[in-house]
């Protein structure tokens, strides 16, 4: 591993449980073609106990193996792909980069989240570290010295310090035109992009105006909302591509993604309202699918079990209607289930037009869980601990809760039964087996604990995330208890 990774944030940044799947989902079927792929994978069924269960060291040699099988190499993260988890982007650049970006350890700011973006598609190096949100830890007193609000993002260049993201996405156009994001001033196209960024404004209001509130004009919020959604849709159709500007993607598309992927997710699970892939919004649904395809935006996009979560801390809280709760089901665990659903632009519970790739994503996943262990095993044994109080108010992060103690190594050996599994499927792994009920009963709370606070993409993009999680839930549902078959 890269000696600048941090290990993943995954089983190092916790959380607490969340609610519990309401029914069983109506999910869009797929073709019989792709259903026969995907069932080439695991059926979750009752596993079957082997004599053994493999190492660590097993699990590092089939990673390995399957790399080689597979033809998918460890990513460079440094100049590879865009990805969320290196501390250091240098684009095949030499020298140390001049930029440093400070933002938030899981990954859930927007506004940190846009200037990422921007960094990335203007390939410009940069260092990152990270800083904790109010919602879930402390800012260090380093940070706090330079930036006394403790606000994010932060941009520190040249000795400077700039705070505000639309401030540093100024500066950033400024100081590196090379690979320009924004017309030139004077000319109509730039006319338009200063419209539409008003637009965006407006649309983030509309949007928090019916997600946070209840009360007497729901459905009035909802017309506002639908209007300035309609405006957004008439603006990506009058352009002959699919982005807000002639010329391209531009840093209107980069103002907007942000917003867009969690008002997609936001407005299903809470409003039981399909933003994407019905064909209400054609313009918007061609967008996605043209950030989709774009290396940057695939690098640090969420998913809607992440940004369910991870907006009610942020903003205050979310409100729920009726006729959301099918959808809240799917999302908050419903879907992960062997096999899996196929990922695709028109699955209401998780639009995501690249699709998955069942080996590569199980492989991707077992790979981080083998690489982590160290950081793993603990984490997960969060969830078996007793009498903890959370000290964050996110969900998803309760940093101050203890690990409990893991009997006879079960949880440890219920880790490497699920890496086993993803590395070679259900069918052939080894059932993750207890020596006791108590034993058995921490194994289940560890599994579930971790399985709950997965996040996407702090920790896994979102297909290999889909995979753990199923792949936890195969080995939960298959525990077996000592002497039993």
Not at 48 to 69: F, I, Y
Not at 246 to 255: A, I, K, R
Not at 332 to 343: K, M, V, Y
Request: charged share 20%; proline share 9%.
């Amino acid at each position: 591993m890269n000696s600048l990774l941090k290990p993943s944030l995954l089983f190092a940044c916790p959380t607490s449980s969340l609610r519990t799947p309401l029914a069983s989902p109506r999910l869009r079927l797929p073709s019989p073609a792709k259903v026969a792929l995907f069932t080439m994978r695991a059926a979750e069924t009752t596993a079957r106990p082997l004599t053994t269960v493999p190492s660590w060291s097993d699990l590092e040699s089939g990673v390995e193996r399957a790399r080689e099988q597979l033809s998918f190499p460890e990513p460079d993260y440094e100049n590879g792909p865009a990805n969320s988890y290196a501390v250091r982007r240098l684009f095949g650049q030499p020298g140390p980069p001049e930029i440093k970006l400070y933002r938030d350890h899981a990954a859930w700011c927007p506004y940190c989240h846009k200037i990422v973006l921007q960094l990335e598609e203007k390939r410009i190096p940069y260092t990152i570290e990270k800083i904790n949100m109010q919602c879930y830890g402390d800012k260090p007193a380093e940070f706090l010295a330079k930036v006394p609000s403790g606000l994010l993002p932060v941009l520190e260049v040249g000795g400077r310090v700039f705070t505000e993201s639309a401030v540093i996405q100024e500066v950033l156009e400024q100081l590196y035109p090379e690979i320009p994001l924004l017309p030139q001033p004077g000319t109509q196209e730039h006319g338009r992009a200063a419209g539409l960024m008003r637009l965006e404004r407006r649309l983030f209001s509309d949007w928090l105006q019916w997600l946070c509130r209840g009360g007497w004009n729901v459905q009035g919020n909802r017309r506002a909302f639908c209007k300035t959604m309609e405006a957004v849709d008439d603006a990506l159709r009058s352009t002959p591509g699919p982005f807000f500007l002639e010329s391209g993607l531009s840093l209107v598309d980069l103002t907007f993604a942000p917003f867009l992927e969690r008002i997609a997710a936001s407005m299903v699970y809470y409003k039981g309202f399909v933003v994407r892939g019905q064909g209400r919004w054609p313009g918007i649904d061609a967008w996605f699918e043209a950030m989709e395809a774009r290396d940057s935006y695939r690098g640090f996009k969420s998913d809607y079990y992440t940004h369910c979560h991870d907006l009610p801390p942020q903003l205050g809280g979310c409100t729920s209607e009726r006729g959301s709760e099918e959808a809240a089901a799917a999302i908050d665990g419903g879907a992960w289930r062997l096999p899996l659903q196929p990922l695709a632009a028109d699955y209401a519970y998780e639009a995501h037009s690249p699709g998955d790739d069942p080996e590569r994503d199980a492989l991707t996943a077992a790979a981080r869980l083998v690489s982590n262990r160290a950081a793993v095993v603990p984490f997960a044994l969060r969830g078996a601990s007793q009498g903890a109080r959370r000290t964050a108010r996110a969900h998803l992060s309760d940093p101050g809760r203890p690990s409990a103690q893991d009997p006879d190594g079960a949880v440890d050996a219920a880790l490497r039964c699920v890496a086993g599994a993803l590395l070679s499927g259900t069918e052939t792994a080894a059932a993750p087996v207890a020596p006791s009920e108590q034993a058995a009963d921490t194994v289940r709370q560890s599994l579930s604990y971790m399985r709950d606070r997965i996040c996407v993409p702090r920790d896994l993009p979102l297909p290999a995330a889909r995979q753990l999680r199923a792949h936890l839930n195969w080995a939960i549902n298959g525990l077996i208890m000592h002497g039993s078959a």
